[in-house]
């Protein structure tokens, strides 16, 4: 996938007129493709590697070749932070992950091996997300445990 450039030198936070004349004044339609592109490519980049822990802002804008305040804005444009779709996306991959996962693999290494590193955190973020626990959450959608329940 082609990396395209960040915001050129000519974007307003290098002008210093205010005339309405001025170029760099006014809408730049150019920039909200920039962000949406920037958004796209984000949101692929951390499907990829949303399991690492030590993924951030930082990380992801220097693999996208753009700076942190434009990968902010991109999110920012979708109504959501960088930390937060990070989040959601590894918390609605757990939650798929519960249904599929053995019952011997415990919650906390499919929560780590999505990127956790405090549990409690995480259990947390995931009854505020889906009303209730992750063991709950795998009870119910597990078939051994219905069928045991029946």
Same mark, same amino acid.
């Given at each position: 996938?082609?990396?395209?450039?960040?915001?050129?030198?000519?974007?307003?936070?290098?002008?210093?007129?205010?005339?309405?004349?001025?170029?760099?004044?006014?809408?730049?339609?150019?920039?909200?493709?920039?962000?949406?592109?920037?958004?796209?490519?984000?949101?692929?980049?951390?499907?990829?590697? %949303? &399991?690492?822990? *030590?993924?951030?802002?930082?990380?992801?804008?220097?693999?996208? +070749?753009?700076? /942190?305040?434009?990968?902010? $804005?991109?999110?920012?444009?979708?109504?959501?932070?960088?930390?937060?779709?990070?989040?959601?996306?590894?918390?609605?991959?757990?939650?798929?992950?519960?249904?599929?996962?053995?019952?011997?693999?415990?919650?906390?290494?499919?929560?780590?091996?999505?990127?956790?590193?405090?549990?409690?955190?995480? %259990? &947390?973020?995931? *009854?505020?997300?889906?009303?209730?626990?992750?063991?709950?959450? +795998?009870?119910? /959608?597990?078939?051994?445990? $219905?069928?045991?329940?029946?």
């Amino acid at each position: 996938m082609p990396i395209s450039p960040d915001i050129p030198a000519s974007s307003s936070q290098n002008c210093e007129s205010n005339s309405s004349d001025h170029p760099c004044t006014g809408p730049h339609p150019g920039r909200a493709l920039l962000l949406e592109d920037v958004f796209s490519r984000a949101c692929t980049w951390i499907a990829g590697a %949303h &399991r690492d822990s *030590k993924l951030s802002p930082a990380g992801i804008a220097q693999q996208l +070749r753009c700076s /942190r305040a434009t990968l902010y $804005r991109a999110f920012q444009s979708k109504g959501i932070t960088v930390a937060d779709y990070i989040q959601r996306l590894r918390l609605e991959q757990i939650h798929t992950d519960l249904a599929t996962a053995a019952p011997r693999i415990p919650i906390s290494s499919i929560a780590l091996d999505h990127g956790f590193e405090c549990l409690s955190h995480f %259990h &947390r973020r995931f *009854k505020r997300l889906y009303g209730h626990t992750p063991g709950e959450t +795998r009870s119910a /959608r597990s078939p051994q445990r $219905r069928e045991v329940r029946n």
